[in-house]
């Protein structure tokens, strides 16, 4: 089991950067595969980005894809989202997710993941 801490939300200016970080605790952090997902206010949460457990494979969403970067640090239990060039349509509470990897490939779906965090607001002005 491992259990997940985000930080690094705020408030930013449009075309401002943040980076988000959510730390794990628990064992073997690295055999986990990790999401970074997002829900505005009356809307469904959606996928943002994900991380292989080694680091080599990720995958974005479109509407961040160029914009964001995810990558992890497995002897710092520690996965990071940094968003640049920000839009206030990425105004949200995002969240980070891990589900064991076992070989699988990346996932895009939430209910694929069984751990969350509690969320970090993210909030973008015009």
């Known amino acids: 089991q491992v259990q997940l801490v985000e930080s690094g939300g705020g408030l930013v200016q449009a075309g401002g950067s943040l980076r988000l970080s959510c730390a794990a605790s628990g064992r073997s952090f690295s055999s986990y595969s990790m999401g970074w997902f997002r829900q505005a206010p009356g809307k469904e949460r959606e996928f943002v980005a994900a991380?292989?457990?080694?680091?080599?494979?990720?995958y974005y969403a479109d509407s961040v894809k160029g914009r964001f970067t995810i990558s992890r640090d497995n002897a710092k239990n520690t996965v990071y989202l940094q968003m640049n060039s920000l839009k206030p349509e990425d105004t949200a509470a995002y969240y980070c997710?891990?589900?064991?990897?076992?070989?699988?490939?990346?996932?895009?779906?939430?209910?694929?993941?069984?751990?969350w965090g509690q969320g970090t607001q993210v909030t973008v002005s015009s």
């Open positions: 991380v292989s457990w080694y680091g080599g494979s990720t």
């Open positions: 997710a891990a589900v064991r990897a076992l070989g699988k490939g990346l996932s895009l779906k939430e209910n694929d993941y069984p751990y």
